[in-house]
């Protein structure tokens, strides 16, 4: 037999590989997919109804009048001069809807990314440290727990006759972190035991640079998530705050508004236009980011991201067993 029969006969009997770069790529595009929500129904409603309303905050307050004006008449129905009506004082809703988005994103971002920040400082350093350093961490972190966090708002708010919106939110992160941390804790813990993270510290590697090379990648999509659930309790708590009083008593946001209608008894003189737009946004806002945490959760959790295929799975079973009978 030649040399190129038994070329042939070792080319028939080996399988046909792909080039690397095609393997790599298809490997890239599967984690891509595997990480991004972009797919999922509930990642695209909950991005376009953010981003709707972050749209409105920054354009809607160009074209609009001032939201403090009371030169118009007072409580106007809605129009075509005054689109949401205006209040008691003549101030117009639609810009005090637009400029009052701004001041409620505001809070939720600030108070968010502190909530965030001070989670990460008592959640992945008492993962990865451990010992007593652990203890020292998980204790606060349990005490903040116990604590209600609206009565202890109320109280800190209390105390300060002249509130801005940056004070809010201040209040608003130092009190909404606890549960944040305890759920990022308990994943360091449990990510400080791999293989990686072990031969990192064996080849001298930094407790910073393993933290933030090794760990924090791993936590992107829990971060995300724990961020926005503090953005959605940020507008939340503010809102009720400015309901009962005690919010940013210098600044328009939602909850303001909402005060205001109160205190002017919206309700019960029947300007329905007063109320209803900003507890809608708020509503809308709360849902856009809940969909998009969702949509994250199922990208953290396995079975919640392979139970609509399961249970198509177990709807087909069932309907072909049905006809089989």
Same mark, same amino acid.
């Given at each position: 037999m030649s040399d190129t029969d038994n070329t042939l006969l070792i080319t028939r009997d080996q399988p046909m590989t792909q080039p690397a770069s095609t393997v790599s790529l298809a490997t890239q595009r599967g984690r891509r997919r595997r990480i991004l929500p972009t797919s999922s129904s509930?990642?695209?409603?909950?991005?376009?109804?953010?981003?709707?309303?972050?749209?409105?905050?920054?354009?809607?307050?160009?074209?609009?009048?001032?939201?403090?004006?009371? =030169?118009?008449?007072?409580?106007?129905?809605?129009?075509?001069?005054?689109?949401?009506?205006?209040?008691?004082?003549?101030? =117009?809703?639609?810009?005090?809807?637009?400029?009052?988005a701004q001041g409620s994103l505001l809070v939720?971002?600030?108070?968010?990314?502190?909530?965030?920040?001070?989670?990460?400082?008592?959640?992945?350093?008492?993962?990865?440290?451990?010992?007593?350093?652990? =203890?020292?961490?998980?204790?606060?972190?349990?005490?903040?727990?116990?604590?209600?966090?609206?009565?202890?708002?109320?109280?800190?708010?209390?105390?300060?006759?002249?509130?801005?919106?940056?004070?809010?939110?201040?209040?608003?992160?130092?009190?909404s972190w606890a549960g944040a941390a305890y759920v990022l804790r308990l994943q360091t813990r449990s990510l400080r035991t791999r293989d990686y993270v072990y031969a990192s510290k064996v080849a001298g590697e930094r407790s910073f640079r393993v933290i933030l090379v090794e760990i924090m990648p791993n936590l992107l999509p829990l971060l995300t998530a724990q961020f926005l659930f503090a953005i959605i309790f940020a507008i939340l708590g503010e809102a009720g705050l400015s309901y009962l009083g005690l919010g940013p008593n210098s600044s328009i946001t939602w909850g303001t508004i909402l005060n205001d209608a109160q205190s002017g008894q919206a309700l019960g003189r029947g300007a329905w236009w007063w109320f209803v737009p900003p507890g809608v946004m708020i509503a809308v806002l709360g849902a856009g980011l809940a969909l998009i945490n969702f949509a994250i959760d199922e990208v953290i959790n396995p079975k919640l991201r392979n139970a609509p295929d399961a249970a198509r799975r177990v709807r087909k079973a069932a309907k072909t067993k049905g006809v089989a009978a």
């Open positions: 509930k990642f695209i409603i909950g991005a376009t109804l953010v981003l709707a309303i972050v749209l409105f905050a920054i354009i809607a307050p160009i074209f609009s009048q001032n939201p403090r004006s009371t =030169d118009n008449a007072a409580l106007q129905p809605p129009s075509a001069e005054h689109w949401l009506g205006t209040t008691k004082l003549g101030n =117009d809703m639609f810009a005090q809807l637009a400029i009052g939720g971002v600030v108070a968010g990314g502190i909530a965030i920040v001070l989670s990460l400082l008592f959640g992945v350093l008492a993962g990865y440290l451990g010992g007593w350093r652990e =203890d020292v961490l998980a204790l606060l972190t349990n005490v903040m727990i116990v604590i209600p966090g609206l009565p202890l708002v109320m109280v800190i708010a209390s105390f300060v006759p002249q509130r801005s919106w940056q004070l809010v939110a201040f209040v608003l992160g130092i009190t």
